[in-house]
């Protein structure tokens, strides 16, 4: 049997990762895994970890560990038993674990307990790998119900002394356990002067949540107080709970009783739950928000005080650039971020998680909508393929909204500089390190040399995106952080270069065999080939002087003989084929392009074809596993 896995634990750790608190993750290493299961509602994971024991995970998050729930379950419990003068009817919502129920019966007043989880799968999980947690579910004291809760407690009005709500945090189902329907289902299922205690979120990430729990269920409650616990697995550390009660003369924070055997709760544990810091102390009590401001909310606080102006932004695609560029863009809390994809599913997916963004649906081959979209905003970010840039610009020239690419300026789009020049706006294209950084450097020391009487006899200019030598283990030595498919038809480009003062033209299907090797310090093993035209170089640089100029592109030894591979077998030919159907495997593609018939060739040809198509092959992947150096120097 093949062991577990679970895509939240990579390389041997546990990684909470979740939007409900961005920009932190609790990690914990993994012996190993025990359970994974996706039950009817949720996603369902048990492993051991090699400091905390056995920890169950719901939906990505830590419910419980070995080592520290007892902090939790006693608090929950114990807070709104311990006050209450004589609590006999317990109902316990969630817990599906058993911790909750265990810390009810320590109270001997309780004479029945209710379970109520929705998820059978936590209850049956936890018996076999939380045993100490679930063991007392078997007490004839208890009646283990799974179903609704909602349902449940609409069934059993006026029917508890006390209700404690072990829920998970407020994402999907598990929202409504925070809405104010559920609560007055609670004060309803209550008896007269009965108290309730549900998970309350975190006071470092959860404040304006608490805040509106703590209002709703002041309007449902005439008691309604915070109260808090440390534990080291849950997000920050803390986790607090909203403890409420029917009876107005009710003191929740004051222990009507011990409770023995308990491990973290103690009768002064009691009473300071509920005093809390300062900052959430003055937020909850007179909405006044002390905490420091930083990164994002101070700038914008500084942009507010200072009277700046609102930015609008349409990103067009949904590539791979999209999303690191959204999230660049709305660090400025003046930007106002519109992401547009022509399926409004990509611009929602890309638009999650960040301030100041909205997501919709633009197909930029309607010109009358782009037109709309683009005049309505001060910059509109272009990354679609190239061949719509034009299109954009013209919007854009219209609209008189300045225009980022990331493209070359390809003839269509310089056609239309004097146009962009009357309506003032900016076109800025392609400006990183090819073009940006080499352009600039280049200008720069032509410049220098020319100051001081010299001249450019040669001009070689190399540069290419690679990955660390321990990270370029594929074949090409590469890896795609932009869009594959133009990576690789880019290498079918023609290129022209000077070359002792004769232009030398490659056409893009001989352009890798023009790859040689690139000696540098330290010993990479860098190739390079010419990249596109470097001929109009020399009047754009002002070197008339210049006998050789050359633009080229790096890569690692092999990539030119692979893609010379891929060329050769027709793999990267983005003609239109009537053959090329759904209904081919890669083997039958494979034939088809090295031109042998699919079904045909092992029955009608079987030993003319055989021969020539093994020859073919062969000599192909000798040319892609025994290249060397040597092979291809001039």
Partial sequence: MAPLSHPSIQDGWFREISSQWPGQAMTLKVNKILHVEKSRYQDVLVFESETYGNVLVLDGVIQCTERDEFSYQEMIAHLPLASHPNPRKVLVIGGGDGGVVREVLKHKSVEEVVLCDIDEAVIRVSKTYLPHMSALLESPKITVFVGDGFQFLADNEAAYDVIITDSSDPVGPAESLFQKPYFQLLYDALLPGGHISTQGECLWLHLPLISQLRDMTAEIFPVTQYAYTTIPTYPSGQIGFMVCSKDPSRNLSEPLRQVPETRYYNENIHRCAFILPEFARIILAKGKDIRPLFGRAAAALKASEEGKKSRKILLLGSGFVARPCAEYVVRDPTNELTIACRTLSSAIAL??????????????????????????????????????????????????????????????????????????????????????????????????????????????????????????????????????????????????????????????????????????????????????????????????????????TLRYQGFPEFIKALVDLGWLDATEKEWLTEDLTWAEVTRVVISVSVRRTWEVYPSTLQTGVAQRIKCISAMIVCSTPALHQV
């Fill in 351 to 552: 638009a999650d998680g960040l301030p100041n963004a909205t997501a919709i649906s633009l197909d930029v081959n309607s010109t009358e909508a782009l037109d709309a979209q683009v005049a309505a905003h001060d910059l509109v970010i272009s990354l679609i393929p190239y061949t719509y840039h034009a299109a954009v610009i013209k919007s854009a020239i219209k609209g008189k909204t300045h225009v980022v690419t990331t493209s070359y300026v390809s003839p269509a789009m310089r056609e239309l500089d004097e146009e962009a020049k009357r309506a003032g706006i900016v076109v800025m294209n392609e400006i990183g390190l090819d073009p940006g950084i080499d352009h600039l450097y280049a200008v720069k020391t032509i410049s220098e040399v020319h100051e001081k009487g010299g001249k450019i006899k040669q001009f070689l200019s190399y540069c290419g995106g690679l990955p660390a030598p321990e990270c370029s283990g594929n074949p090409l030595g590469y890896k795609f952080s932009w869009s594959s498919c133009g990576v690789l038809l880019a290498l079918l480009n023609s290129a022209s270069y000077l070359s002792e003062g004769k232009q030398v033209d490659i056409t893009g299907s001989d352009l890798m065999g023009y790859a040689n090797p690139y000696f540098i310090s330290p010993a990479y093993a860098f190739v390079a080939y010419p990249n596109r035209n470097s001929v109009p170089v020399r009047e754009f640089y002002d070197i008339p002087e210049a006998e050789t100029i050359v633009r080229g």
